[in-house]
């Protein structure tokens, strides 16, 4: 089973490319996504997947893993071939994918081409527990607000006196590293108004 192909790019032609790898070269169909990094005499590393059909063998590249775990997901829908798997995947960001199929969100989904109202169905019913929200988080880490109102709550605190109180914290004054400074003025804030 090929995983992924490494070589140099020595021919494009519409959406298909062509690797040179050890000296075999090898045709594979991308995404215009993919294509847009792709440059003539460029090494490059594919991961691939390799489809077989009765007529046919045709590889697959991808820009990356994850790309390539999303396309093979989305063929698991009846209907979906890798034809159509490859143009969701080259019309919508994998995020909007998923935010749409987690919504339910249809009119989303049609918009892309070759998707019609019955293919959308079928991807939001037999993708809706599969499909893990792709959208990158907006923090790695929880904010210091956060933070702070955590630990008011710990000393004691309802949540929303803690929240109150961390929202009439002057920003400016705080280092945003340093959630400890950020309680000593909570903390001060509750007690000069004798909240407990």
Known sequence: MLSFLRGEVVAIS???VALDVAGVGYAV????????QLRLGNSVTL???LIVREESMTLYGFLDNDERALFELLMTVSGVGPKLAQTILAAIEPAALSDAIAAGNEAALV???GVGK?????LILELGDKLVRLSKPTAAVSTWQEDVVSALVSLGWSQKESQAAVDGID????????PGSALRQALTSLNRTGRR
């Open 14 to 16: 519409g959406t298909t």
């Open 29 to 36: 169909s991308v995404s215009p996504k993919t294509l847009s």
């Open 47 to 49: 991961p691939v997947t």
């Open 111 to 113: 918009r892309i081409p």
């Open 118 to 122: 019955k293919s959308a169905q079928r």
């Open 171 to 178: 920003e400016s004054t705080i280092d945003p590293r340093d």
